[in-house]
């Protein structure tokens, strides 16, 4: 089946510095993306469509200048956040449209980021 | 814009029991529903779908759910809990025309006594 694959599951840095995220499909090709922000015990909050080839779409206020958003290839979207700082910790995860529907979506298995 | 909203924050049932997560949404036309379930440190992984027909959706691990539009609701249901069943579920909606964006209920944890 589908198989999104989010690296790195956890990860700490410094503040100041930056921390990227990958999202990979590992058997289809994802011409879009989605990444989302998840805060301890609450819902997922949609930060930003990736979309292979062209800018990604930022919803409502979302940063895009601190969360740059680069989906090189087909299989392939990461998020940087630059210049972390500690309100920047949060669970992030990625969701790829798999084939089969306008709705395929399968999810990566989140990112763990801490800034401290 | 649509909207999801899941009425319970907390459920405890006890394994064996029957189960039932409500989620209403607000949305002017069908839309596209979903439920997932996220497991601690984890990612989401689909239970089940709503596109159109059939309004009572059978999804994985014996979870089903029931469209219906006069309720605007799309409730998940399992008739005998297991305790890997425990775990946070959420309720999502997609609309047509809406880039493909899912909107997501602010989730229901499930709690299972042994």
Not at chain 1, 30 to 40: D, G, K, S, V
Not at chain 1, 74 to 82: F, I, K
Not at chain 2, 52 to 66: P, R
Request: aromatic share 12%; glycine share 10%.
């Amino acid at each position: 089946g589908a198989v999104v694959s989010q690296h790195p599951s956890r990860v700490i840095c410094k503040s100041g510095t930056s921390v990227k995220i990958e999202c990979r499909s590992l058997d289809f090709q994802a011409t879009t993306m989605f990444w989302y922000r998840q805060f301890p015990k609450q819902s997922l909050m949609l930060m930003a469509t990736s979309n292979e080839g062209s800018k990604a779409t930022y919803e409502q206020g979302v940063e895009k200048d601190k969360f740059l958003i680069n989906h090189a290839s087909l299989t392939l979207s990461t998020l940087t956040v630059t210049s972390a700082h500690p309100e920047d910790s949060s669970f992030y995860i990625c969701s790829a449209r798999a084939p089969g529907g306008a709705y395929g979506y399968t999810f990566g298995s989140g990112t763990r980021l801490t800034v401290v | 814009a649509q909207s999801v909203t899941q009425p319970d924050i907390h459920i405890t049932v006890s394994e064996g029991a029957s189960l039932e997560l409500r989620c209403n949404y607000s949305y002017g036309a069908t839309p596209y529903l979903f439920w997932y379930v996220q497991s601690p440190g984890q990612g989401l992984q689909l239970l089940l779908k709503y596109f159109s027909g059939d309004t009572l959706v059978q999804g994985i691990k014996g979870f089903e759910a029931e469209f219906k539009r006069s309720q605007s609701s799309f409730n998940l249901r399992k008739p005998s809990v297991h305790w890997s069943d425990a775990a946070e579920y959420f309720c999502a909606v997609g609309v047509t025309g809406g880039g493909n964006k899912l909107t997501f209920g602010t989730g229901t944890q499930l709690k299972v006594e042994l």
